[in-house]
C-alpha cells in the first residue's frame, strides 16, 4: 500500500509540474525606472542598439516610442515573412514618468513562428537589461506556448493572415515614412506615419501601450505587407476585452487604408 501511495505520489506531482509549465505566462512587456527620453535613447545606444526613430503616437509630444534594432535581432528576421521581429520598441511617457519596453522573447515567439531564436531574444532582453535597470513584467500576459498560435477570438486573422498592401512596391511615401530598416535577405522594414486620426485609437484602448505604433509594414521580393490589425492589436493588448475591441471595431479597416496610401 505505502508503495502504491508512494507510485501516486510522485505521479500527481509531475501531472502538477506539467499543468504548470502549459500554463506558464510570458509578459508582453517590462516597465523599468524613468528617465527622459533622451537619456533612455543614449543608454539603449551604449547598450549596443542602433536608435531607427523616435516617435509620438498621434502626434502626442509626451509619448515618446524609441524604435531599436541589433545584429541579433536583423539575423532572426531576415527570413521570408519575418521581417517584423526586427525591431524592438520603448515608450517614454514624459506625463505619467514612467518607461515600458516590449519584452524580446513574447514578440519573437509572435514573428519568427517556427524560426524563434531563444538566443536573439536572450541577447536582446540583456541588453535591454543594461540600458534600463531592473525590468519587471507586466500583467500583459499569454500563455507561453499560446503566443505563435495566437488569435484573439474564432474567425478572427492569425500572424500568417497578412495583409498584402500592394505588388510592385517601392517603398513608403517620405512624408509617411518613420524608419527603414534594411535586412539581409533584402526586405526592408518600414516604419509608417498613418496620421493623428488613425492613430487616435491608442486613446480608447491605452495610451499605455502606445508603443503598438508605428505601424509597421514590410516590403518583401516587391510585395507590401502589414501585420492584419485585428491580429496585431489583439495581441498588442493581450488583456483586451471584447467590449474595448468594439470601442475600434472600425480601426482596422482604417489603418488598412492609411497603409495604402502610404506605401509607393
Known amino acids: 500500500m505505502r508503495k502504491l501511495l508512494s507510485t501516486l505520489f510522485v505521479a500527481l506531482s509531475v501531472v502538477s509540474v506539467a499543468s504548470v509549465a502549459v500554463q506558464a505566462k510570458e509578459t508582453a512587456y517590462y516597465t523599468a525606472a524613468y528617465a527622459d527620453a533622451k537619456t533612455v535613447a543614449s543608454k539603449l545606444k551604449s547598450a549596443g542598439f542602433t536608435v531607427l526613430a523616435t516617435y509620438h503616437p498621434a502626434k502626442k509630444s509626451y509619448l515618446n516610442v524609441i524604435v531599436v534594432t541589433n545584429n541579433a535581432l536583423k539575423k532572426a528576421a531576415s527570413k521570408p515573412k519575418r521581417g517584423f521581429a526586427a525591431i524592438q520598441k520603448v515608450l ?6 514612467t518607461v515600458l519596453t516590449t519584452n524580446p522573447t513574447y514578440w519573437l515567439k509572435a514573428f519568427l513562428q517556427k524560426d524563434y531564436s531563444a538566443t536573439a531574444a536572450n ?11 531592473k525590468l519587471s513584467p507586466t ?3 499569454l500563455s507561453s506556448g499560446d503566443i505563435a498560435d495566437y488569435h484573439f477570438m474564432i474567425g478572427m486573422p492569425y500572424y500568417e493572415d497578412m495583409l498584402e498592401i500592394k505588388s510592385g512596391a517601392k517603398g513608403v511615401k517620405d512624408n509617411k515614412k518613420v524608419f527603414a530598416l534594411k535586412l539581409d535577405n533584402g526586405s526592408t522594414l518600414y516604419g509608417v506615419n498613418m496620421g493623428k486620426a488613425t492613430e487616435s485609437f491608442i486613446g480608447k484602448i491605452g495610451e499605455d501601450k502606445a508603443l503598438v505604433l508605428p505601424y509597421t509594414v514590410l516590403i518583401e521580393n516587391g510585395t507590401a505587407y502589414a501585420l492584419h490589425a485585428k491580429y496585431y492589436l489583439a495581441i498588442s493588448y493581450p488583456l483586451l476585452t471584447m467590449g474595448q475591441f468594439m470601442k475600434i471595431s472600425s480601426t482596422p479597416d482604417a489603418i488598412e487604408r492609411a497603409l495604402k496610401k502610404a506605401v509607393k
Open 92 to 97: 517614454v511617457n514624459t506625463n505619467a514618468k
Open 139 to 141: 500583467k500583459d500576459a
Open 123 to 133: 541577447a536582446t532582453k540583456s541588453a535591454l537589461e543594461k540600458a534600463l535597470g
